[in-house]
Each structure stands twice: as structure tokens, then as C-alpha cells.
């Protein structure tokens, strides 16, 4: 009986057990399926999501290409505009770093406003007529008789030196010079070879009906002083005996002249082009006057005043004309040295 029931037993555990190896990799091959069946929808979620970003993308895409589409003609504009820019800097000629700076040579007309009438050019001493009690002699005009002229000529040179090509930032196209110039100013001689300036003796010359006879025309202005002292002819009044005129041949005349030195801003407009006009606002101006006066002061300061143009007929030679006027607010001992100068220049630049 025991022996039935072990057999029994024997046999139901062969059952379970060849029932639980046939069951088992069942099991396992229905867990694996659904692991790659989860795996599949995942991966089928995340391409949906690849997907839909594409074609988020690609909308955002056709709208900008729709956006760049209308603004073509703009754009086209834009480009049109920027060729023809390129192709006129490209006409355009080079820069040059040349012609900024300019040195310049003048010359012209000029005119004081006053008349030179000192001692030596003019008739402050000695008129017709005066009287002087050396042996019953008379002296007409000792010192020349007569103002010189207002008008006359000049020369001179000067240069420009480039400050700033903008007045540093405010004007565009416009230089800022400094003008440093000299100029000699010659308003004539004084010639006093006509004037008799001694006559000798008394009564009337039969040849000419002037008073004296044997009258002799003198030099002057200055040289009538030396001659009183060197000359016997007046019967040696202050002179030597024997001592027959010195330094009179030398003295015919005197010159009067006038040189002058300026600095100045100078503006200069149209940078670029071949004609510029210019303007000097103000500038400080040093005279120097021949003969001196009658103080013997030969120096006098001043202000200037110019305005001009100019014309680059070749590369870098220019030529102008300008105005200028010198006040100075002031006659140094006598002399007026106010005036104007009015002329051309031919300038190189460099």
C-alpha cells in the first residue's frame, strides 16, 4: 500500500514538474513581447514628436520665405542703391594727402588812407615864403613841401598750413588754415630836386623871375639839415668854411614804404573742389614804416581783415586774388598806416 502511494506521489511530482517546464518559457516569451511592444510605441510616440516639430519647423520656414518674398522689391532696391554707391567711389578719383598746405606769392595794388605828412615827406617845416635872417637869404619849403601819395604797390609771400579739414567736427568740407605772410608796401619817392629849398642873395633872377639872384635849387628834405650844417653857402652858418655841400648829391628824395607781417586763421570752403573761396575772420598785423616818424618809431600793430578765392588751373598750382584790410586803430607819432591791398597770387601746393 505504501508502495502505491509512493509510486503515486513519484508520478504526480514528474507531473508538476515536466508541467512547470513547459509553462515557464511561455511566461517568458509573453513578458518579452510585451516589453518590445511598449518599446515600439514609445519609439512610434517619440517619431510622432519628431514629426510634428518638422513640421512646425517647416511652417515656420514657408512663413519666412513668404515674409523675404514681400520684402523683395525692397531689398532689390537696397542692392540697386549700393551698386550705384560702389560704382561712383569707384569713378571717384583718389584722395590725395598733397595740396592742403600752400605756398603762395602776391602782389597788387595798394592804398593807404591817409597821406604820409611828417618831417621828412611832408610840409610841416617850412613854407613859401618863411624868412630866415642869415645875410637877407629866404627859404621856401625846407623840408620838401607836399604830402606823397595814398596810393601804390605791393609784393610779398606767404603760406598755408592745414589745421583741421571739418573746423574739427562743426563744417564739413571746410579747412581751417594758418596763414603766416610778409608783404612791402611802396607808395613812391619823394623827389625834392624841383623845390628850392635855398636861394641865395636878393632880388629877381632876369632867367627865371624867381626871387634871388643866381638862386640854386637844394636837395632836401633831410639832406637841407646836413647842408646847414656842412654848407658855407649861407655864409657857413653852423658849418666849415671850405666844406661845399656834403652828402647833398645823396639826398634827392626819400621813399616811402611800408612792409608788413600777418598772421591769420583762414577759413577755406568746398574742400574737394577746384574752386574755393576763403575768408580770414581776423588776423594780427605788424607795420613796419620807412622813413620813420617824427618820434623816429618805425613799428606799429594792427589788425587784419582778407577775403578771397582761388582756382586749381593745374594739379596743384592754384590761382587767386584776394582783399585785404589793415586797421590799426592808431597813428604811430603822425602816421596813419590804415589801408587796403588789393591784387593776385599764384600759389603751390604741397
Given amino acids: 500500500m505504501i508502495n502505491k502511494t509512493n509510486t503515486c506521489l513519484g508520478i504526480a511530482l514528474a507531473t508538476l514538474t515536466m508541467t512547470g517546464a513547459l509553462v515557464a518559457p511561455e511566461a517568458v516569451a509573453h513578458s518579452k513581447a510585451e516589453r518590445m511592444a511598449e518599446a515600439a510605441n514609445n519609439k512610434a510616440d517619440a517619431l510622432e514628436a519628431q514629426l510634428r516639430a518638422m513640421q512646425d519647423e517647416l511652417a515656420t520656414l514657408r512663413a519666412q520665405a513668404s515674409q523675404m518674398q514681400q520684402q523683395a522689391p525692397d531689398n532689390s532696391a537696397k542692392v540697386q542703391e549700393l551698386d550705384q554707391w560702389m560704382a561712383s567711389m569707384k569713378s571717384a578719383p583718389a584722395p590725395s594727402s598733397k595740396g592742403d598746405n600752400l605756398i603762395f606769392f602776391r602782389g597788387g595794388f595798394a592804398r593807404n588812407d591817409s597821406k604820409r605828412n611828417d618831417l621828412l615827406t611832408g610840409a610841416q617845416f617850412g613854407g613859401d615864403g618863411v624868412e630866415v635872417s642869415a645875410g637877407g637869404d629866404s627859404i621856401n619849403n625846407v623840408l620838401g613841401g607836399g604830402r606823397t601819395n595814398k596810393d601804390g604797390w605791393y609784393i610779398g609771400a606767404g603760406f598755408d598750413f592745414g589745421l583741421t579739414d571739418n573746423v574739427w567736427g562743426l563744417m564739413d568740407d571746410t579747412d581751417v588754415m594758418a596763414e603766416l605772410m610778409f608783404e ?22 632876369p632867367n627865371t623871375g624867381d626871387p634871388g639872384v643866381n638862386s640854386t635849387p637844394q636837395n632836401g628834405p633831410l639832406c637841407t639839415l646836413i647842408q646847414y650844417a656842412s654848407n658855407d653857402e649861407l655864409g657857413n652858418i653852423g658849418g666849415v668854411a671850405g666844406i661845399n655841400g656834403a652828402g647833398k648829391n645823396s639826398c634827392n628824395g626819400v621813399t616811402v614804404s611800408q612792409f608788413t607781417l600777418t598772421a591769420a586763421p583762414k577759413i577755406k570752403f568746398m574742400k574737394g573742389s577746384a574752386f574755393r573761396p576763403w575768408v580770414i575772420p581776423f588776423g594780427l598785423g605788424i607795420h613796419v614804416i620807412s622813413p620813420p616818424s617824427n618820434g623816429v618809431t618805425v613799428l606799429n600793430p594792427g589788425v587784419m581783415f582778407g577775403t578771397g578765392a582761388e582756382y586749381a588751373i593745374w594739379k596743384s598750382i592754384k590761382l587767386g586774388a ?20 588789393a591784387g593776385g597770387y599764384l600759389g603751390i601746393g604741397f
Fill in 322 to 341: 584776394d582783399v585785404r584790410y589793415h586797421l590799426t586803430g592808431r597813428s604811430v607819432d603822425g602816421v596813419n598806416t590804415d589801408g587796403m591791398t
Fill in 184 to 205: 612791402y608796401k611802396n607808395f613812391g619817392a619823394k623827389n625834392f630836386n624841383n623845390n628850392p629849398a635855398i636861394v641865395k642873395g636878393s632880388g629877381i633872377d
